[in-house]
């Protein structure tokens, strides 16, 4: 059933809005697509990764002598084989980072600032032999004291990670060393006359647990170091572009030396940007003269990669009794791992970005404190404020005695909005989201039974513009291939396709994409920011337009008639009584001048925004805690689905991704400051069994800066599930969970409490 | 992962003199399922690793109404719960073959394997202690029986000797009026690690409404799975309702002295011991009646 809401005005569209079988899809459920460990060279060399059992020590002295004698070892690494960088920014599209702090991150130069903190490396003939010398390695650490809660790490007598770090404020530097790298503000209006106005004002707090990003595929590097100096690079990554940066800024080298090839990637979340491996395979390559793999276990990429930030929010909101929000206050602190640059930044923008308020006031910090770097998670930032601001909404409603929907809308964000940093919202669909959730059959059903409640919540993540170049080349059987930089993370090869082919008036399938290396396409910034659909996309479409002027042209030619004079209607080209289709002309392009070349690049200026709300029914075992997902539905604005299937796709993976941050997912950390959990089986993501179907009502208000009206939709779905199933949560059980997870344990407790407190 | 080497003898004492040989530093092969993981982690060493699904008695089941099962130490668990007369007798032995890990390891793994492997959490070892299961060792010296409860010694450790390996699990015929049941509580619906596990069973008096005996036992609370005593003799005589189950579980809780750790805290897994033991109980005499 297609469930998307009626949308009006909306032109006809040929491909758009179909569900045609996914370009990738045969190589990828036969198995044949290549990911990153698929990549096999003569001579390659397999590398191990040494790592910091201690999450905060200086290292005294590393002695690789006794490694280097184990059979088969070809060269080990440590971070004195890095050049010396300067602290340096390099903007890297979505996000920058400072050079010496990424290079620190790859390979730990004086001390380790988290347990899995690589620390040295070893290229050998097996894995078995690199494994043996890694165990070799003797390094002499000094332990250090150890915070990995985001408040303590904020204290005065806090263990410091970087001696020279001083928090910005403002542009201007504190005056003693700190773990709190930087002090965000936000402010409209005057908060205190807000909340002056208020007949009710409600402040919370709220903590989140750090969570991984969990991809499936390991990260995975081959680097062959050419003797020419030409570095060539096999990885799993979220930007080509990105890493070629990257990895050559790390190793001091011009970017044309560095090629990068992305394989197919087995999920990324965000957490597939920033590079670990690359270099250091670069470097071990260089050594041994050989190509050099890396793949990562599972144990190292819960402790040596993401995760998402771990946080504490306060949220304050005042409202009217009629229901009108008149103030709004924020204070976020956001854990950024052991370098800055973590997603308070986001966080801050997000928290109260679904809603009109008059008077607010936002206060971030990013703390380093003895994790891994935390990296982008789908919506980064955003999931852990909106927790907290649509769970106080959700009490404010209740306290004044309004339909959670009704208070939603009366104080929805819409055209015209100013955001607390400042933008000011075009055409946006959060209230017709939130209609269609509330017209949804889902929440017009009656919830019955006992230790059962629905809760739903609202959600907000940008659509960055950023760079994209694409080219097409006409075969002269009428079909296009299409080179694009994007990774297809999510179905991005056909969302990208289908726009090439509707404005070339082919069928989808006609137009065959390929996502090419560093060499091939011109400069594409990362997959993220849901961008690919939209921005890609708006490059598809206007390489489009540029080979339909040449297609029109080479018709011309033919027809001996002036170019201007051909109009194009579909595939369908015709001039003074003469007609020929795309196909047709495409069979003479030999003999009018052989290749027709279409290419195009943007960068669309700005954000757009995409909105979501979702629904959710729990049923809650009074006695274990454990909460059963009954129903759970996702509505969202796509501003035009490309491919409903994939829409659909990304607003159910998002959804159980939320899931899984609110009900279990957890870095647990014992005393030491060691995680515990880092395997799949411990780090508890939802499987199969945990999740229902998740309904998906798609809502299309387009996007006026697209040319197709499209919204990116892969992160907003990720957002609401905290607080939608806290809402529920209080809804089954009367208890306002204001932790992440709601495990079991927790909430039993919480529950334990609630009914002890009655007696 | 260090190099081992590898045998399959064809019979028992093939098998204690190879392990013998080496004392103590072969392993046992069955499904594989914890060892391969194990020697991959360097968790265990192994110099040689002996694979014991050649051999016929660890890996015949053999069941009668009238003489009860044998239970080849190397049978995998599917082989328990896809036989509909073994399922049946022993209910709580099914149930907890059907959740350890998922299909691929089901088709692997064997009770006897679970056993041995002596984890405070293995899922089928309470249903072996409320069973009373005798546990059939063969060694340098001959042969020599166990009872379930016994067999674990601490965490990872059981009661094995250098040259000893288990053959079989011996479980009495099925008692008249008799029911079991085992759950254990996870976070999620599959692949996870109890954070606590209950096994009862029941044996009624004809008209189904008085427990004349029960047995109980309680996983991942203590070092081992552990028989919870006093719950278990408290409950003969006692009619067959909520009420006697609540208190057996007060009682049966008593037993379990469980770690914090990321599976879940002390005091929930004491909590859950209480829970879980009460709605065994009712699901065991449910399946008695």
């Known amino acids: 059933m297609d469930k998307r809401a009626e949308a009006t005005d909306t032109p006809e569209y040929k491909v758009i809005g179909t569900r045609p079988v996914r370009h990738d899809g045969a190589d990828k459920v036969t198995g044949r697509a290549i990911y990153g460990a698929d990549v096999h060279l003569t001579g390659m060399a397999h590398s191990r990764i040494l790592r910091s059992p201690h999450p905060h020590a200086r290292i005294k002295s590393i002695d690789t002598s006794e490694a280097e004698k184990i059979p088969g070892v070809l060269a080990v690494l440590t971070a004195a084989d890095f050049p010396e960088l300067e602290d340096k920014i390099a903007h890297l599209g979505e996000g920058s980072v400072n050079l010496a702090f990424l290079a620190a991150n790859c390979v730990a130069k004086d001390k380790a600032l988290y347990r899995g903190h690589a620390v040295a490396a070893v290229a050998a003939v097996s894995p078995h032999a690199a494994d043996e010398a890694v165990k070799r390695i003797k390094v002499e650490y000094e332990p250090l004291p150890a915070t990995t809660w985001v408040l303590d790490a904020m204290k005065d007598d806090a263990p410091l990670l970087h001696e020279n770090l001083r928090t910005d404020e403002m542009g201007e530097k504190g005056d003693k060393p700190s773990n709190v790298a930087s002090h965000l503000h936000f402010e409209t209006g005057d908060v205190e006359k807000g909340f002056a106005e208020a007949d009710v004002v409600i402040e919370r707090e709220f903590r989140t647990a750090s969570v991984h990003q969990g991809y499936i595929e390991p990260h995975v590097a081959t680097a062959l170091w050419n003797e020419d100096g030409r570095l060539k690079i096999w990885t799993s990554t979220q930007g080509s572009f990105t890493c070629r940066q990257q990895t050559a800024e790390l190793l001091q080298m011009p970017i044309s030396h560095v090629t990068v090839v992305p394989c197919e990637i087995g999920g990324g979340f965000g957490g597939k940007i920033a590079v670990y491996l690359e270099p250091v395979a670069a470097l071990l390559s260089r050594k041994c003269g050989r190509p050099v793999k890396i793949i990562m276990q599972r144990n190292e990429v819960f402790e040596g990669t993401g995760p998402t930030p771990g946080s504490f929010v306060r949220v304050k909101l005042g409202a009217k009794k009629d229901g009108r929000l008149t103030a709004g206050q924020a204070w976020l602190a956001y854990d950024a791992g052991a370098y800055p640059g973590g997603m308070i930044g986001p966080g801050c923008m997000c928290v109260f970005s679904c809603y009109e308020l008059p008077h607010a ?61 400042g933008p000011i919202y075009p055409r946006i669909g959060l209230i017709e989201t939130l209609e269609a959730a509330r017209n949804s059959e889902h929440w017009k059903s009656p919830l019955e039974g006992e230790n059962r409640g629905r809760g739903m919540a ?302 | ?156 450790r059981n009661v094995l000797e250098p040259g000893e390996l288990l053959i079989s699990l011996a479980f009495p015929p099925v008692a008249p009026h008799s029911g079991s049941a085992y759950q254990r509580f996870i976070p999620r619906n599959e692949m996870d690690i109890a954070v606590a596990g209950a096994a009862s069973w029941v044996q009624l008096d004809p008209a189904g409404k008085t427990i004349e005996k029960a047995r109980i036992a309680l996983a991942a609370v203590s070092p081992k799975p552990v028989y919870a005593e006093e719950a278990s003799v408290w409950l003969a005589g006692k009619p067959a309702n909520e009420e006697s189950f609540a208190h057996a579980g007060e009682l049966a809780k008593k037993v379990a002295v469980p770690i914090d750790d990321m599976r879940g805290t002390r005091e929930y897994r004491v909590h859950l011991a209480s829970v879980l033991t009460r709605r065994t109980l009712a699901d065991a005499v449910k399946r008695a009646t």
């Open chain 2, 1 to 156: 992962m260090i190099p081992f080497d590898y045998a399959a003898p064809a019979t028992v004492e093939e098998a204690v003199a190879l392990l013998a040989e080496k004392n103590g530093q072969a392993k046992i092969l069955a499904g594989g399922t914890d060892i391969l993981v194990q020697l991959r982690e360097g968790l265990r060493r192994a110099e040689l690793v002996v694979d014991v699904k050649k051999i016929p008695e660890l890996t015949d089941l053999n069941y009668s109404p009238e003489t009860g099962l044998v239970l080849g130490a190397a049978v995998p668990c599917y082989r328990i719960y896809e036989n509909a007369a073994v399922a049946a007798a022993y209910p709580a032995l099914a149930d907890a073959t059907r959740i350890v890990g998922g299909w691929q390891i089901q088709s692997r793994a064997s009770v006897g394997g679970n056993l041995c492997n002596a984890s405070p959490a293995g899922d089928t070892i309470p249903p072996l202690i409320v069973y009373d299961v005798v546990c059939r060792i063969a060694g340098p010296k001959g042969l020599r029986e166990v009872s379930a409860a016994e067999f674990c010694a601490a965490p990872g």
């Open chain 1, 361 to 421: 006031l936002v206060d971030g910090y990013d703390v380093c404190l003895n994790k891994p770097k935390t990296q982008a998670y789908r919506a980064p930032g955003a999931t852990q404020a909106a927790f907290a601001c649509e769970s106080v909404v959700d009490e404010l409603a209740d306290a004044l005695g309004i339909d959670p929907f009704d208070f939603r809308l009366k104080n929805a964000a819409k055209e015209g909005t100013r955001r607390v940093d």
């Open chain 1, 458 to 759: 609202a959600g907000f993540w940008f659509n960055v513009g950023l760079k994209s170049s694409v080219s097409a080349h006409v075969n002269p059987d009428g079909t296009v291939k299409l080179l694009e930089g994007s990774t297809d993370i999510g179905g991005t090869r056909a969302s990208v396709a289908m726009q090439l082919a509707e404005t070339l008036g082919i069928a989808a399938e006609d137009v065959h994409p390929i996502v090419a290396d560093t060499d091939s396409v011109g400069y594409t910034d990362v997959t993220g920011g849901s961008r690919v659909t939209f921005a890609t996309g708006m490059a598809a479409y206007e390489a489009g337009l540029d080979i339909r002027r040449q297609m029109a042209e080479r018709a011309a030619l033919l027809w001996e008639c002036d170019a201007n004079d051909v109009t194009i209607e579909g595939d369908d080209y015709s001039a003074n009584g003469n007609s020929m289709t795309f196909r047709e002309i495409a069979a003479n392009l030999h003999e009018t001048g052989g290749a027709v070349v279409g290419r195009a690049t943007v960068a669309p200026e700005g954000s757009t925004n995409g909105f979501g709300c979702h629904i959710v029914d729990v049923e809650v075992d009074p006695e274990t805690g454990k909460v059963t997902i009954l129903r759970y539905t996702a509505a969202q604005d796509a501003g035009k689905a490309i491919h409903p299937s994939y829409v659909e796709g990304q607003m159910q993976g998002g959804a159980v991704q939320g899931i899984g941050w609110a009900l279990n997912e957890e870095y647990f950390f014992d005393n030491q400051g060691a995680m515990r959990n880092a395997s799949f089986l411990d780090y508890r993501m939802p499987t199969c069994l945990d999740v229902p179907m998740i309904d998906t009502i798609i809502v299309e208000v387009p996007n006026p800066a697209h040319p197709y009206g499209v919204r990116g939709v892969g992160e907003t779905p990720i957002v609401p599930p905290p607080a939608a199933l806290a809402n529920a949560i209080y809804n089954a059980t009367g208890v306002r969970m204001r932790e992440l997870p709601m495990s079991p344990p927790r909430l039993w407790k919480a529950m334990a409490e609630k009914a002890g407190s009655r007696e």
